[in-house]
């Protein structure tokens, strides 16, 4: 069988390399990929969100699979298309997609199923915001974007100044322009954060190991969010009773809830959790694998992946049974380009990678690269995902960083606590 991956991130560099692992794939093609997916699959030069174009590939080259990676193209209904045509596609539909697609439905969605959840509420425009902070207590707030924003729409704020820029950001400014024609200023929640997946066909559910993603940008969880600067699975801070309470009293409820709204979901469920004093409260949804949780759970997969998503689209997760998941934990240390998540330099020389893949145990994933003139050059802010197996958290991570250390481009950086939080609480 042919598969189609689109995308071009890191996520995608991991299903593209664990599909093209399955004995029944021939060819994996990624649109538009990287250059690690140039060498673990074939390249196709299409957009990620040119559907058109996506669907008339899939149709041309005999693809059995397609596998809608990122939230733009699922968003903006690529899986409804490539269904329309009488082609397989692993994802949501477009009225599904709208669970990560706007904060204001996901919101309204959880309280209708009754799943804990921050309390919040909803705006229009910058000056009612801007009236409800001022009239209320100076507490911690998170202000949301309601569309998508590159996983940047998100601002925590310690007090209510920081929230009132935050609020100008988004709708006064339009920093991320239509994401910001809503907003959702909500209260903050304190504790640790966790990431829990599952894979659905709508009526089954198979909940992977929970992982844990560390967003703001630096040591310690200092600065601006980002699009994640690494994780690593399974996190001891979640335990075997714990995830089947997520399951219970998240994961089951919202696909019930999808249902009855007359979207039901398939694909991959995503919650970002918040452990709290309270238990388990649902930060938000996103309606895919995550990046870069997806690297450090691919990693650890023994199941043949392509039979999951298969199962999924057909509608027969209830065969599938359980999957089988190297014992190891594994750890992903993203590797950005200098200035991210601001503005960066692209277009410098990556040295060192064959010595880094050289490490046994070890997979770099590409995600900001292309190839120019032979050479692989940085061309995104978050540029690769270095990820290790260990025989423990610990072992994982060190084994990560030495790969780290292989690698060379003018600017590189990363965080370098990925995982101290597991190797903390074990």
Known sequence: MNVLVVGNGGREHALAWKLAQSPRVETVFVAPGNAGTATDAVNV????????????????????????????????????????????????????AELEGSKVFCKNLLRNADVPSADYRVFRDAESATHYLTERDDDPVVVKADGLAAGKGVIVCSNRAEALIAVDRIAGSKEFGEAGNQLVIEERLVGQEASVLAITDGRTLITLPAAQDHKPAYDGDQGPNTGGMGAYCPTPLVTDDMLAGVEESVLVPTIHQMKRSRKPFRGVLYAGLMLTKGGAKVLEYNVRFGDPECQPLLMRLKTDLLDVLEAAVDGRLDEVGDLEWDPRPAVCVVMASEGYPGSYEKGYPIRGLSEAAALEDVKVFHAGTSIVDGQVVNTGGRV??????????????????????????EGAWCRKDIADKAISAG
């Open 45 to 96: 030069d299409i957009s990620a969100t040119d559907i058109p174009a996506v669907v008339k590939f899939a149709k041309d080259n005999d693809v059995g699979l397609t596998v809608v990676g990122p939230e733009a193209p699922l968003v903006a209904g690529m899986v409804d298309a490539l269904q329309d045509a009488g082609l397989r596609a692993f994802g949501p539909s477009k009225a599904a």
């Open 384 to 409: 690769l995902g270095v990820t290790a197996l260990g025989d423990t958290v610990a072992k994982a991570k060190l084994l990560a960083y030495q790969a780290v250390k292989c690698i060379r481009w």
